[in-house]
């Protein structure tokens, strides 16, 4: 059975950081690539962050860059999300996705809010 499971959102301060967790399992995480999205009430759902399946690629979108860092453990099936210097307009449920091909997995999401 394929899962992907996040964890590691909350409430934060405006400044403050988090790490997201993204557990995989059911399918050979190493040969995906990973992402992660976000999403806020009424928009679409948003690319953040990816990493490539080889070669250890990464990209960002504008509004993270510097700030958020993506890394990847295959051995334990995990992506993470390093969000440092967070603000208000970060605040989304923030979705772990694996793609290879046709085959596309997401995660529950977890939720990310950002206030004083």
């Known amino acids: 059975q394929v899962q992907l499971v996040e964890s590691g959102g909350g409430l934060v301060q405006p400044g403050g950081s988090l790490r997201l967790s993204c557990a995989a399992s059911g399918f050979t995480f190493s040969n995906y690539a990973v992402n992660w999205y976000r999403q806020v009430p009424g928009k679409e759902r948003d690319l953040v962050a990816s990493?490539?399946?080889?070669?250890?690629?990464?990209h960002y979108v504008d509004s993270v860059k510097g700030r958020f860092t993506i890394s990847r453990d295959n051995a334990k099936n995990t992506v993470y999300l390093q969000m440092n210097s967070l603000k208000p307009e970060d605040t989304a449920v923030y979705y772990c996705h694996a793609v290879r091909w046709d085959k596309i997995y997401w995660g529950q999401g977890t939720q990310v809010t950002v206030s004083s």
């Open positions: 990493s490539a399946s080889v070669g250890g690629s990464t």
